[in-house]
C-alpha cells in the first residue's frame, strides 16, 4: 500500500514539487497499484498543508500560489484512469529521451 506523506507546512519548505511530476506535486510514490482513495487524500493534504498560500512562509508565496494552483490538475490527471495513463506514458517517454540523450 502507498502512503501519502504531508507534514504541516510551517515545517517543511514549501517549494519541494516538480511542476513536471504530478505525483511528487501531490507527494505520491509512481505505483500501478494507488488508488483513488489514497490519491484524494494525498491532494487535500498537500494543498491543505504544504502549498496553501496561507500557510507558507512570505518570501515563498509567490511560488507556492502557483503550485497551489497545479495541484488541481495534478489531482484531475493522476486520479482520472484513463488520463493517469496517458500520463504515465508521456513520463515514461520523457524519461527514454533524457537517457538516451544524456
Known amino acids: 500500500m502507498v502512503k501519502a506523506v ?13 511542476k513536471n511530476d504530478y505525483y511528487k506535486v501531490l507527494s505520491l510514490e509512481h505505483s500501478t497499484a494507488l488508488g483513488v482513495e489514497e490519491i484524494k487524500r494525498a491532494f ?17 508565496r509567490a511560488q507556492s500560489a502557483k503550485l497551489f494552483l497545479e495541484l488541481p490538475r495534478a489531482y484531475e490527471t493522476i486520479s482520472d484512469p484513463a488520463q493517469r495513463v496517458q500520463y504515465d506514458a508521456e513520463l515514461r517517454a520523457e524519461g527514454t529521451k ?3 540523450s544524456g
Open 98 to 100: 533524457v537517457i538516451n
Open 6 to 18: 504531508a507534514t504541516p507546512a510551517r515545517d517543511r519548505v514549501c517549494l519541494e514539487a516538480s
Open 44 to 60: 487535500r493534504a498537500t494543498i491543505v498543508l504544504r502549498y496553501n498560500p496561507d500557510v507558507c512562509p512570505p518570501s515563498h
